[in-house]
């Protein structure tokens, strides 16, 4: 099985920049990388997903390493709304690990 | 689209009740899902169906746990009988695609139940 290994906690400013990393190491090499996020009560939100190339979407980029083996998201500009637990998931077993909690503060 | 809809948002019941928990998927999703989240545990993926048929169920914790899909539209996760460390947030989910690996659609998750059993 696909593991991800995420930092539990992270912080950032409000209008900068949140990167999130996270590890794959263990990923095939068809197997996509997604990510989701899940604001405190509800269920958790798709993202982003990507296999080898890097993506961008209205709600963020994601940079996957040519070895595939980590990803980073970013929000560009993070917001108060931004906070929440963001999930790195690969995609075969789709199991769900504790994620990064990210803090935005004014 | 009105989303991945579950009933009831929250349930409290006493031990060795029976208690069933109901999910509509998006329409048109091929596959559903249902998860369990605790927060010794995280999110755990119980069972997932793909074409209202099971394909997995090897996250089911216990026989008192089962799951069914009578059609694309409708699916229910029933516990009996309940105890109280089932108390958690159960999620259903749904995706147009499962797990293979061109698998390029991601999961639509419902807000959840709450199950407290006292």
């Known amino acids: 099985d696909a593991k991800t290994t995420q930092p539990p906690s992270m912080d950032c400013a409000e209008g900068r920049a949140a990167n999130l990393p996270c590890n794959h190491s263990?990923?095939?090499?068809?197997?996509?990388v997604y990510w989701y996020r899940q604001i405190h009560s509800q269920g958790p939100q798709y993202i982003i997903h990507?296999?080898?190339n890097n993506e961008t979407n209205e709600m963020a980029s994601l940079i996957i390493t040519e070895d595939r083996k980590s990803s980073t998201l970013i929000l560009p500009h993070a917001t108060l709304r931004d906070t929440a637990v963001y999930y790195c998931?690969?995609?075969?077993?789709?199991?769900f690990g504790t994620g990064t909690r990210l803090q935005v503060f004014p | 689209d009105a989303g991945v809809i579950q009933s009831p948002r929250h349930e409290v019941t006493e031990m060795g009740q029976e208690v069933t928990l109901r999910c509509k998927p998006i329409s048109g999703h091929d596959y559903l899902f249902w998860y369990r989240q605790t927060m010794m545990r995280g999110l755990e993926l119980l069972i997932y169906f793909n074409n209202n048929v099971p394909i997995d169920d090897s996250g089911m914790p216990e026989d008192r746990f089962s799951a069914k899909m009578p059609n694309a539209s409708f699916s229910t996760l029933k516990i009996q009988p309940s105890e109280p460390r089932d108390s958690a947030v159960y999620f259903c989910?749904?995706?147009?695609?499962?797990?293979?690996?061109?698998?390029?659609?991601?999961?639509?998750f419902g807000n959840g139940t709450r199950l407290t059993v006292t």
């Open positions: 263990t990923i095939s090499g068809n197997e996509y």
């Open positions: 989910a749904s995706s147009r695609t499962g797990l293979k690996s061109s698998y390029n659609s991601p999961l639509h």
């Open positions: 998931i690969g995609i075969d077993k789709l199991i």
């Open positions: 990507g296999l080898k």
